[in-house]
């Protein structure tokens, strides 16, 4: 279990983030259009997993515009944008923004995403939703990054999760 603060007040999810060196657990999320998406979909690519509570909040939006901007400049690069938003809203926000380097998968249905990768918050009231992480995987599936955000409301360190990419 992993400690977390939201506005800092203690929170916890239900496990750890994948070990740095493992293999990813795969997954099936739902896109945008209602399709579905296994990681196996992106095997050959480079991928940052941008994982966070809702779309519909400043910090979960500011990482996937960051994301989405600093993804055009990489080769060979997926960014996967997971939260368990509806894929309408996640659709909604993409289109206003004009964001189209990203990816925006939804764990709406069943949150077994959070469970597998120990991220879903257990107490508290984004209960049940995704702590904000960043998961950053090589060519083969292999995490080479993680970063669990300790305080909820903050962004991610897209400085040192874009450096894990370079140094792949």
């Known amino acids: 279990m992993a400690s977390i603060t939201l506005k800092g007040n203690t929170i916890h999810s239900i ?3 994948p070990k740095v060196g493992s293999a990813a657990p795969d997954f099936t999320l739902t896109k945008t259009d209602l399709s579905t998406s296994s990681l196996s979909d992106y095997k050959g690519s480079k991928v ?3 994982i966070f509570p809702s779309i519909d909040t400043g910090t979960c939006a500011a990482s996937v515009r960051q994301f989405n901007q600093e993804a055009a400049e990489l080769e060979n690069t997926k960014v996967l944008c ?3 938003d509806l894929p309408f809203a996640q659709a909604r926000f993409c289109g206003a923004e004009g964001l189209e380097d990203v990816v ?3 764990d709406f249905g069943t949150g077994a995403f959070g469970k597998n990768y120990g991220l879903e918050i257990t107490n508290g009231p984004l209960k049940n939703l995704h702590s904000r992480a960043v998961i950053v995987l090589n060519e083969s599936g292999q995490v080479v990054y993680t970063e669990q955000v300790p305080e909820i409301v903050d962004e991610p360190n897209y400085k040192a999760a874009l450096e894990a990419l370079l140094d792949e």
């Open 15 to 17: 496990g750890e983030l």
């Open 48 to 50: 940052v997993l941008n």
């Open 82 to 84: 997971i939260s368990r």
């Open 104 to 106: 925006n998968l939804s």
